[in-house]
């Protein structure tokens, strides 16, 4: 559910918990960024950092400067302030990335877990046939249709945790139980309905069935859209996957090996709640759709 | 200037309070283990108290300095030696260019802090100094050091004559044991347990368990019931009663995975799907940064005021007050 006024947790001596509800919900994600941006651009006394994800907001606060109560009492007011979830309008970039599809080195990795693991049908295929999709290129053309709206970033440094942003192209799918030991760098892959990045090779429990040759995390910072930190992907981007196959995926290995590749990222454009959700329900009617669920739209390229 | 002859299991440069500001992007403080050692450590050796140091980690490095400098070892005690000579703990110690610094085995604790006057001169990354080792980022190009490692030093604050002998009083220095109490607040999901669960968390002794690293202690005792809204929610909270929707973690908070509970440390993850009914205080997580596998711990809950004076205590020991000559 959608909380009616939102819970405020204690969560150790230096941060607070602020919970929107207790559901998978866009709604409660819009919320947590909307309140998370008020809080970036006019700070709260006391308030060192936040961290949005999908329903809360937590809040890491100096405790000489402010207390739990005083931050409840000031981070109440701006939720206030940010009146309904269609009022709130969030700066968002749009990063394209290009995604091999049922990839040899995905598979390589669930064959791996296969042989030492659990004997567990290969991702691609259980993914369509759990979703009721005829196969994996069904997969991989309603996959790569939506954007992803990035929720949160975390668990593992730059990694995203994104959602789709067409209702129509919502995929499902369980977790691995055990975890995988590794998963190669740039895998793209599925728990529940979220869709996430592999950053750099780690253990892992995603149904894995893509790999993305551009780097989302890039330590050297040596890439322009990593100036500031060596992660792409922040809260409130969102994400569109190109589908590529092994050949061009090594051709674009050779780039960014080479220090080459031009990122294509369309730089912050306003995200406008109220005008997703009116394209949305329109959408649902129009099986033709094909613009941009975006607000207003920018064409600068970041390289 | 100082060289690594044997790095050790895994001696990396920290700061404190080290990488701030990056929690929404998955990137965590780092820092030492135990911040109340390094500080003091620092102390002793006349830097300010977040100064960049080393944390040496079970099996200790033998470092050979290439300048003549003023260093202070603290924390664990690991039978420092210069030389082969044994030298005093919590004490600005003078070395001279060519001596070896080596150490021993701890019989209590499991990290020593090795500060030296200025402090070590490292690019800072993201704005610390500090070195997730994991995710190679920070410190001595992203990891921890080396056999053949060179490390600088920046130029001390004061004479290093006025380094040497600085001291940290007996009353402040931690005291390691096998056994440790630890403050913790309920919070954000003591509501996910029963009564009974919260009462058995904070009488049990735990055991620390041997899977536990700069990112996570885990405690081995018994199992939880969970309370009704651990076996009553939406689907997408996940199956087992331990899984919530993912969301941001507290450094400390103590994270129910199943039927282990594991404490988040300073290099742990941002966010994830499972409950953490307790919390850490944060002035008292420097405890299970010196306990070792095997040792026991005991929590106690203690209220926000309660954390504020143990902050207050925390914050007058780390000061110039510890310091006599």
Redesign the interface.
């Known amino acids: 559910m959608i909380f009616e006024e939102p819970r405020y ?7 607070l ?1 602020l ?1 929107f509800g ?3 919900n866009l709604d409660l994600n819009f919320k947590a960024l909307g309140l ?1 941006e008020t809080v970036a651009n006019e700070p709260i006394p006391g308030v ?11 809040v ?1 606060y100096e ?2 400067e402010t ?2 109560a005083t931050l409840k009492a000031a981070l109440a007011e701006r939720v206030a302030s940010l009146g309904s979830t269609a009022d709130i309008t969030l700066p968002s970039r749009l990063v394209e990335l290009p995604c091999c599809y049922d990839d040899p080195w995905t598979k390589a990795a669930v064959d791996d877990y296969r042989k030492k693991i659990k004997l567990i049908e290969p991702n691609p295929e259980a993914t369509a046939r759990l979703n009721g999709l005829r196969d994996v290129r069904e997969l991989i053309k309603v996959h790569s249709t939506p954007q992803y709206w990035v929720a ?8 995203p ?1 994104m959602m789709s942003l067409d209702p129509r192209y919502v995929l499902t799918v369980p ?1 691995y139980n055990p975890p995988r030991t590794w998963t190669p760098q740039g895998t793209v892959g599925m728990g ?3 869709t996430a990045i592999y950053p ?1 090779n780690t253990p892992g429990g995603y149904q894995i069935f893509g790999r993305t040759p551009v780097p989302i995390w890039d ?1 050297a910072q040596k890439f322009a859209p990593f100036a500031k ?3 792409l992907l ?2 409130g981007d969102r994400v569109k996957f190109v589908p590529i196959d092994a050949r061009e995926f090594i051709e674009i290995e050779q780039e960014v090996a080479a220090g080459t590749y031009t990122y294509n990222v369309v730089d912050y454009e306003l995200f406008a709640v109220a005008r997703y959700t009116a394209f949305f329900s329109q959408a649902k009617k129009d099986v033709g759709y094909s613009v941009s669920p975006a607000g207003e739209t920018s064409t600068t390229t970041v390289e | 200037m100082l060289q690594f002859i044997k790095p050790g299991l895994e001696t990396s440069v920290q700061d404190y309070p080290g990488r ?9 403080p780092s820092g030492p283990m135990d911040a109340l050692s390094f500080q003091l450590t620092n102390l002793a050796a006349g830097n300010a108290p977040g100064a960049p140091g080393l944390e040496v980690q079970f099996i200790g490095p033998e470092i050979r300095f290439q300048a003549d400098t003023v260093i202070a070892v603290g924390g664990a005690d690991m039978k420092p030696k210069v030389n082969g000579q044994p030298i005093p703990m919590w004490e600005g110690v003078p070395v001279s260019a060519g001596d070896l610094l080596g150490f021993g085995f701890a019989a209590q604790g499991c990290r020593s802090y090795v500060a030296l006057a200025g402090g070590i001169d490292i690019p800072r990354v ?1 704005g610390s100094c500090s070195t ?1 080792v994991k ?3 920070g410190g001595i190009d ?1 990891g921890a050091a080396k056999a053949g490692t060179v490390l600088k030093t920046a130029p001390s604050v004061r004479p290093l004559a006025e380094c040497t002998g600085r001291r940290i009083v007996e009353s402040t220095r931690p005291v390691l044991a096998a056994s440790w109490e630890v403050e913790v ?5 003591d509501d996910w347990l029963t009564e009974g669960d919260i009462a058995q968390f904070t009488s049990h002794e735990w055991k620390v368990s041997s899977l536990s690293d700069r990112t996570g202690y885990r405690i081995e005792g018994p199992d939880f019931e969970f309370g009704h809204k651990a076996h009553h ?2 689907p ?3 199956s087992d009663p331990s899984n919530i ?9 103590v994270n129910f995975c199943g039927q282990t509970p594991i404490i988040l440390m300073v290099d742990g ?4 799907g499972f409950v ?1 009914p307790f ?4 002035t008292s997580l420097w405890k299970l940064g010196q306990a070792k596998p095997g040792d026991r711990v005991r929590f106690n809950v203690v209220t ?1 005021e309660e ?2 004076s143990l ?1 207050g205590a925390f914050k007058s020991a780390v000061s110039e007050q510890s310091v006599i000559k």
Do not use: Q
């Open positions: 947790l204690y969560s150790g001596d230096r941060y918990l919970e207790d559901e998978m998370a060192v950092e936040t961290v949005p994800s999908f329903a809360t907001l937590l890491h405790p000489e207390d739990f949160a970033v975390g668990f593992w440094p730059g990694l945790f977790k529940g309905s979220c750099v330590g930190s060596p992660v922040k809260p | 701030i500001g990056f929690w929404s992007l998955g990137i965590p993201m997730f995710a190679n980022i992203g607040l309920l919070g954000p999901h929610k939406l997408e909270n996940g929707i993912d969301y941001g973690y507290s450094v400390g908070s993850p941002s966010l994830g953490n919390t850490v205080v944060s926000e954390a504020r902050r």
